[in-house]
């Protein structure tokens, strides 16, 4: 695992106490019992917010990530449970990257899927996934309604905010909208930090329409089984669920 810079743990520590309301993944804990999973491969697992709740659920859990400092975060949280670091596996890099696996579920929580810009790295994952689930094993997840058009309100107007982090002080955190070009939104989100220091970061999503998402499913090998809103932003997200025959 590469060593992590300064800026990327200090982002990693920050990301939970910036955004802590994580009420988007009641849905899929849900979805976990209504399909009976006992074994979840969580893809863009973070700071292992997810894989945690579902740990300390009974549920083994792999979570796959590339950044190193985020899965730093998720490995002491597991650390801090015991019970939960047993059946949690951890794995630095991306889904083509996983060992053989057979797992009930998998999942991209967080708009994890619209961090994949490419063609070609978005049918990999979604193959990925595939070749991790056991026969009949679902792949879920959420992204964006391009038409509702989210990104017109990453601005430092309407996203700005103060925080009091332990161990930070005062943080002031907002976005900024940089360019869109097509289905690629491109923006900046930044933390100007108690000493007056300032700390960006650049990041592009892809807005996939519902027809897009539901072809490279089936291109993938997957049956398309639902499309459901999410409960907590609803007629602003879509939630997939697809299933290897």
Not at 135 to 152: D, I, M, N, S
């Amino acid at each position: 695992m590469a060593v992590p810079t300064f800026e990327q743990r200090r982002a990693a520590q920050l990301y939970d106490p910036l955004d802590p309301d994580r009420s988007d993944l009641d849905a899929y804990l849900a979805m976990v019992a209504e399909f009976g999973a006992s074994s979840v491969l969580d893809i863009g697992c973070g700071t292992g917010t997810f894989a945690c709740m579902l740990a300390e659920r009974g549920i083994a859990v792999v979570g796959v990530d590339p950044d190193a400092a985020s899965l730093e975060v998720a490995q002491a949280k597991t650390r801090a449970r015991t019970q939960a670091e047993a059946r949690v596996r951890w794995i630095h890099g991306y889904a083509s990257d996983l060992p053989e696996l057979a797992v009930d579920m998998t999942t991209m929580t967080a708009n994890v899927a619209q961090a994949i810009v490419t063609d070609e790295d978005w049918d990999s994952t979604l193959r990925a996934a595939f070749a991790a689930l056991r026969q009949g094993g679902r792949l879920v997840f959420e992204t964006r309604v391009p038409a509702v058009k989210a990104w017109l309100s990453w601005n430092r107007e309407d996203s700005f905010r103060r925080t009091d982090v332990p161990g930070f002080g005062i943080i002031e955190h907002w976005y900024d909208l940089l360019d869109v070009s097509g289905p690629l939104v491109t923006f900046r989100g930044s933390c100007r930090f108690a000493d007056g220091s300032l700390q960006t970061s650049t990041s592009t999503l892809r807005f996939r329409s519902r027809e897009e998402v539901s072809a490279s499913l089936t291109a993938a090998g997957y049956a398309v089984d639902a499309i459901r809103g999410a409960p907590d932003r609803p007629g602003r997200e879509m939630v997939f669920i697809a299933r290897r025959p």
